[in-house]
């Protein structure tokens, strides 16, 4: 074991129900082993601790309970930043200023959590550390709901997100089926430029329940012609016809249609639909049935009482690795997922080089999307499964979810 | 004992999650004590009767395992209607059809699930029963998400909706304050006319979470102005301001505030805004921060995975209530919730004549909204809160809720 000494967490960019997990995984990792005498916590990611804001999380977390809540809670603890880290050419200072904070403080390791961007700090840090001989570890622990990270099977907060669209869908669907009227209707799914999560919809099919019918992902450029054609084709068949897209369709040329409408509103302002409510007014014109969009909205990263339990404790697993690699003295990588097995679904979890993973976007491979480009395949089906199954069960408290303590976030401007 | 016989049961009005556990609780109750011979079930209400739909309830819910997840599956296991039955004087032949069906099928009593309008039917196949001398009893059963039926405490299916509501709330507040970024979110919840689903959004506040901030209800007129100086005052004092607005809320000329918008699209069809579009455009011209608005649309009313355990406990009860007193020869009566205790909380059931509730709606008392109308009191907090209290445990299939199969719904046109 190395000299102790003391290490800092953050998290950064958009929310999940995992993100934690992992940072209740990397406490517990810590907590376990005693490999740091104190773990800061960075209040709104790097950008936060540039403005001097941190907490002492070995205060905070003492025992298993106190972790146990925080691996249920949505969103970030710590709250969270969409911040940029410039380069060192052009902000030294900057740098100079963190590292200076980083010894003073006896920092070891810097764990950061979070999606592409995140992993763009952390590769700028560890560059920065090796250049200037600074002995500090810098270890990425990926999330995001996106699941559009390279090298991983999947990220931490997709699985969950994945879970709450699939009961979601299958909720809509016995809402859409009650009724003796034909009608469409469409579900927008997060992901602007990959189709993860609007793919998940696919877990929501049963025995007795085609929804959705139709799956558009931005993989694919969306021919409008072509969806009308389809859902004309199913409507012909069915009487409830039930569509998923994603946030991100795009023509052939590129163009959002959600970025398709030009109305406004009565105070003039551009009024900017997204996909689902465009499509619900091209539906209502072209086939005059009852037509409505559905938008599934920040609770997709959100809902933790609806969190996938292989998720959350693989998110745990993640953390505990990372605590382990930076205690070890590794540097510039991220912590990755790799499949050992479909069924049964099993993972092993490795580390990669953080220059391989930041700033990439992986999407859904194309042979998962089916020719006409409206459905997967069975392979992208076998690959979602796993990654939605087991329940969790949360602690409630006057008919809510108990989650941590988040004042500290909002009290102040 | 009466004579036994058979009993017909139909479904009516807006999806709730609980309108499946009340028509579980008849078929127990019948089932425990051998009410009838045959249950049948009308598919697509009393509409769907008048075309000959139906089933055999009898022969598909055999065992206390089947009716249980009947208890937990969302929406309307036998589909709903909107259908208005038109008074006897102008359609007599349509009540000797529906009479002649009873008389063929030995039917002695007629069991109808739903909210306003579906006692409407109640009312009137009652009268028609009683005026031409038909010795079939018609009980109906409360059930609706907005709570507005007179003379029961509350009605089934508004507790679900409400921890659905309260839940969903906290975990946006979680997603909203993980940014250093002021912001408002408007989150809009079903009712159009009583405030009481809006309401229920004060259930989400916890010691460290102050959302929603502000509530409006469609009880009280809602003044622009009133409302962006409210946001105003709050935005002064915390970062991130979280309101909940009923879709309903109407200006004082009776205006919906989401007709407000006189937005056309690309297609020149005119664009029906919700009121938390209209309220989110507005604040964005007036305010310049980020704003946005989420409706939380369907998923209030199909959400079985996050039923309240108390709503979900009483409707089976009042359904068991209701099989009592359909065999026992009452007839024109509707299962009524009455609250003995608010803590510990307790109800009874007892029944009360139709007439007097068919038609009518039930909204927030004024004095338990704050004076200047943007708030709940604590009577308000009193009642509400033993209705969203205990949790459902599910049964899950590959990832997601096990539900009763619903193929006879969409199987056809």
């Known amino acids: 074991m190395q000299l102790k000494g003391n290490c800092i967490i953050g998290q950064s960019g958009g929310p999940t129900v995992a993100i934690n997990a992992s940072l209740s995984g990397v406490l517990q990792g810590i907590l376990e082993n005693k490999y740091y005498d104190q773990v800061y916590g960075m209040v709104n990611g790097i950008e936060g601790l540039l ?136 579900v927008e799914i997060m992901g602007r430029n990959a189709g993860w999560l609007t793919a998940s919809a696919v877990l929501a099919r049963t025995e007795y329940s085609p929804a959705p019918d139709l799956i558009y992902l931005p993989e694919v450029p969306f021919n409008m012609e072509q969806f009308i054609e389809d859902v004309k ?48 007014n091209i539906l209502k014109a072209e086939l005059g049935c009852k037509v409505r969009s559905i938008e599934l909205n920040v609770l997709q990263r959100s809902a933790s009482h609806i969190a996938s339990k292989t998720d959350l404790e693989e998110a745990v697993s993640i953390g505990k690795a990372a605590a382990k690699l930076g205690n070890a003295g590794e540097t510039a990588k991220m912590l990755c997922y790799k499949r050992v097995s479909d069924a049964p679904y099993a993972i092993e979890i490795f580390a990669y080089d953080i220059a391989a993973i930041a700033n990439q976007e992986k999407k859904v491979p194309l042979d ?41 976030l909002h009290r102040a401007h």
């Open 51 to 186: 403005q001097g804001k941190f907490l002492n999380l070995t205060e905070l977390f003492k025992t298993q309970e106190d972790l146990d809540k925080l691996t249920h809670t949505p969103a970030m603890y710590l709250g969270s930043c969409r911040f940029k880290l410039p380069t060192c050419e052009h902000s030294e200072d900057l740098y100079e200023d963190l590292f200076t904070f980083f010894e003073s403080h006896n920092i070891r390791t810097f764990f950061y959590i979070g999606g592409n961007d995140s992993m763009d700090t952390v590769l700028k840090l560890s560059d920065y550390a090796k250049a200037n001989g600074k002995t500090i570890n810098v270890i990425g622990i990926p999330k995001t709901v996106d699941n559009d990270l390279p090298l991983t099977d999947h990220t931490p907060g997709f699985g969950s997100a994945a879970k709450y669209v699939a009961t979601s869908l299958l909720e809509i669907a016995h809402d859409t089926y009650i009724y003796n009227v034909p009608s469409i209707t469409i």
């Open 368 to 408: 998962w999307i089916t020719t006409r480009g409206n459905d997967l395949t069975e392979k992208a089906i076998t690959y979602l499964r796993p990654l939605i199954e087991g329940e969790v069960h949360l602690t409630y408290a006057n008919g809510i979810p108990s989650y941590c303590n988040i004042a500290h």
């Open 233 to 280: 084709a199913i409507k012909a068949k069915r009487r409830n016809v039930i569509v998923a897209v994603s946030e991100g369709i795009r023509d052939c040329e590129g163009q959002y249609i959600s970025a398709s409408s030009g109305a406004v509103d009565a105070f003039g302002h551009k009024q900017l639909c997204g996909a689902g409510k465009t499509l619900e």
